[in-house]
C-alpha cells in the first residue's frame, strides 16, 4: 500500500498517489466518478474500483469519499433496523444506488421495489422485509458478525440480501436463485443466529434439537455441516453430521449429547428415526436444500416421513431449478409459503461461458483428450461429468493413462472415506483432474474450479444447469466444455433455449439437427391453430 495516499477528514483535504495535496472539491465524491483499476493498482474494499486514497481511520483503500463513509459506518458497528437500511453501498455495477430512512411508507415501498429490480430480486406470496445492505443491519450476534467477516463474506450478494431478513422474520420460504450464488449462506446465517439466541435464553435445555437440514448428496451434507461450524464458530452452536457411509454409533452418540443443528441425507435420517429413540418434535427450523430433487420420486417419500415427525417447523426450501410442479408441492410443506426468486430462474449463471461441441460418440474420448493436453484450453482443476458409475473408472484410468496426468473417479459407490480423501486431493491441488457422476452436480462448493466438462449429457436439462454451475462459484467466470450428438436428440431443444439466453454459439449441426426443425415447426403449427389460421 502506498503511503503517499490519505484522506485528512478534519483539514478536509486528500493527498493522491502521486503525494499532491488536493483540496476536498477535487476529490472523487461518488464510486461512479472513479474510473477501474489498472493491473497492479489498489482497489477499493468497498467497490473495487481504483483505491486512490487511503482512509486514515481505518487505513483502508478507498476510491472515494462515499466509500469513505461507508467503512467509518461499518467500524461504528451502527445497528440499523431491518425495515429501514441505512444508506449503504451496494456491490459495485454502473453506478451506487441507496435505500434511506423515511417517515413516508410509500416512498420506503417504492425505494424497495427499485432496489429489487435493479437486483433482479422477485418475491411472490406475500410481503417480506426489505432486502439487506450488510450483515451488520439484521441484528445478528457479535459473534456471528465477526466469523461472517472473517470468511470473506464482505457484502451480501442478492440472494443474501433477501433472504435472510425474511428468514429471520420467521417465514416459509421457496428460493431459486443460480448456483454458486451464496444459497447456503443465505440460510446458515439466520438458522446459527435463532440457535445460539435460543441457547443464550435457555441455557439449561441442552438437548432440544432446533434445525434440519437435508440434502440430496454425501458430498453436499459434508459441506454444509463443515461451513456451519465456521460461521458458528464460538458460539453455543453444534453441529451433527447424519450421512451412510460413516458409523451409525458415533451419529447417535453425538446427537445425544446434544446439538442445535442436524445435517443429513434423507435415508441416513430415517435409519435413525425408525430404530433409534431420535425426538425431532422440538425442530422448529427444516431446510430443504436442492428441494427440486429431494421432491422427485426416490426422495420424496423419505423427506415426506421426516416432514410428518415435525411440529409445524419454518419450512426453507433452495434450488437454482424450481419447476411450476415443484413448486406446488412444496406449498404443501409450508403455511404462507414465499416465493423468492433471483435472476432468470432455470437458466445456467451469466458467468459461466458455455462451449457446445458436437463430437460423435466414438469421438468422445479423443476429444476429451486433446482438451487436456492443450495448453490453450485447459484450465485445471477440471470436473468431467458422466453418466455412470462405471463410465466414470474407466474414463478416469484412461485420462492417466494417455496424458500422464493424475486422475481419479468419484461416485457413489465408493466408500465414504474413500470418496472424502478425493475430495480432499482435489480441492487442495493434488489431483488436477476427477472424473464424477452426478454426485458433484448439486450444490457441491467446488472452489478454484473454473472449467468443467460435460462429457456425457445428463438426463434434464435441470442436472445440465447445476452441473455447468460447478464451474463458476459466487460470479467468478468460468467456462462449461459440452459435448454433444444424436443421442441427446431429446434435449436439443432446451439446449438451444439455454444456449441463445446466454449468447452461446450454437454448433451447426445441432442447428440443423431434423429434431429442432421437426420442433419449431410444431410450435409454429400449434400458434396458428390458437390464432385461428
Known amino acids: 500500500m502506498d503511503d503517499a495516499r490519505g484522506v485528512n477528514q478534519s483539514k478536509g483535504?486528500?493527498?493522491?498517489?502521486?503525494?499532491?495535496?488536493?483540496?476536498?472539491?477535487?476529490?472523487?465524491?461518488?464510486?461512479?466518478?472513479?474510473?477501474e483499476p489498472l493491473e497492479g493498482e489498489p482497489r477499493c474494499v468497498i467497490c473495487g474500483r481504483y483505491g486512490e486514497y487511503i482512509c486514515n481511520e481505518t487505513d483502508d483503500d478507498i476510491c472515494s469519499m462515499e466509500c469513505k463513509h461507508t467503512i467509518l459506518r461499518r467500524v461504528a458497528k451502527t445497528q440499523v433496523s431491518i425495515c429501514h437500511p441505512a444508506p449503504t453501498r451496494l456491490p459495485a455495477t454502473d453506478e451506487c444506488f441507496y435505500v434511506r430512512d423515511s417517515?413516508?411508507?410509500?416512498?420506503?415501498?417504492?425505494?424497495?421495489?427499485v432496489l429489487r429490480r435493479k437486483l433482479e430480486i422477485h418475491v411472490k406470496g406475500g410481503l417480506v422485509p426489505p432486502p439487506i445492505l450488510s450483515f451488520s443491519s439484521c441484528n445478528l450476534p457479535q459473534r456471528l458478525l465477526q466469523n461472517v467477516e472473517t470468511l470473506g463474506y464482505d457484502i451480501p450478494t442478492p440472494v443474501q440480501m433477501q433472504v435472510i431478513p425474511a428468514a429471520l422474520n420467521r417465514q416459509n420460504l421457496l428460493v431459486s436463485a443460480d448456483t454458486g450464488s451464496g444459497k447456503t449462506a443465505s440460510f446458515l446465517v439466520p438458522v446459527i443466529s435463532s440457535c445460539a439466541n435460543y441457547r443464550i435464553e435457555h441455557p439449561t435445555n441442552r438437548k432440544k434439537l432446533i434445525a434440519l437440514v437435508l440434502t440430496p448428496t454425501r458430498e453436499l451434507s459434508i459441506q454444509v455441516e463443515e461451513q456451519a461450524k465456521l460461521l458458528g464458530k464460538g458460539l453455543p452452536f453444534k453441529t451433527a453430521l447424519v450421512v451412510g457411509g460413516d458409523a451409525m454409533p458415533s451419529q447417535l452418540y453425538r446427537i445425544q449429547q446434544g446439538v442445535e443443528m442436524v445435517v443429513g441425507t434423507p435415508g441416513r435420517i430415517i435409519g435413525l428415526l425408525t430404530k433409534h429413540d431420535i425426538e425431532l418434535d422440538d425442530v422448529s427450523v427444516f431446510v430443504l436444500d436442492e428441494v427440486d430433487c429431494m421432491l422427485q420420486r426416490g426422495f420424496r417419500e423419505q423427506v415426506m416421513q421426516i416432514f410428518t415427525a415435525l411440529s409445524q417447523p419454518q419450512v426453507l426450501m433452495f434450488s437454482a431449478t424450481i419447476s411450476p410442479e415443484v413448486e406446488k408441492m412444496a406449498s404443501s410443506l409450508g403455511k404462507d409459503l414465499i416465493s423468492i426468486s433471483v435472476g432468470k430462474s432455470n437458466r445456467p449463471s451469466k458467468s459461466v461461458k458455455q462451449v457446445a461441441i458436437w463430437v460423435e460418440p466414438k469421438r468422445k474420448k479423443q476429444k476429451l483428450f486433446d482438451i487436456l493436453t492443450s495448453k490453450q484450453h485447459f484450465m485445471p482443476p477440471v470436473v468431467v461429468f458422466v453418466a455412470s458409475r462405471v463410465g466414470a473408472d474407466l474414463l478416469s484410468n484412461a485420462i492417466t493413462v494417455t496424458t500422464g496426468m493424475k486422475s481419479l473417479s468419484l461416485h457413489g459407490e465408493k466408500p465414504m472415506k474413500e470418496r472424502r480423501e478425493i475430495m480432499r486431493s482435489f480441492l487442495v491441488g493434488e489431483v488436477p483432474i476427477i472424473v464424477s457422476t452426478g454426485v458433484l452436480g448439486r450444490g457441491v462448493d467446488l472452489l478454484g474450479v473454473r472449467q468443467v466438462v460435460v462429457f456425457d449429457m445428463p438426463n434434464s436439462i435441470k442436472e445440465y444447469v447445476h452441473q455447468i454451475g460447478r464451474a463458476s462459484r459466487m460470479g467468478e467466470e468460468g467456462t462449461a466444455l459440452v459435448f454433444l450428438n444424436e443421442e441427446n436428440k431429446s434435449l436439443f431443444c432446451e439446449l438451444v433455449e439455454v444456449l441463445k439466453s446466454s449468447g452461446s454459439a450454437i454448433p451447426r449441426e445441432l442447428a440443423n439437427s431434423r429434431h429442432i426443425v421437426r420442433s419449431i415447426s410444431c410450435s409454429k403449427g400449434q400458434k396458428k391453430r390458437k390464432l385461428g389460421f
Open 13 to 35: 483535504s486528500m493527498i493522491a498517489t502521486d503525494g499532491d495535496e488536493v483540496t476536498a472539491d477535487d476529490v472523487k465524491k461518488r464510486s461512479r466518478e472513479q474510473r
Open 103 to 113: 417517515d413516508d411508507k410509500s416512498s420506503t415501498t417504492e425505494q424497495t421495489e
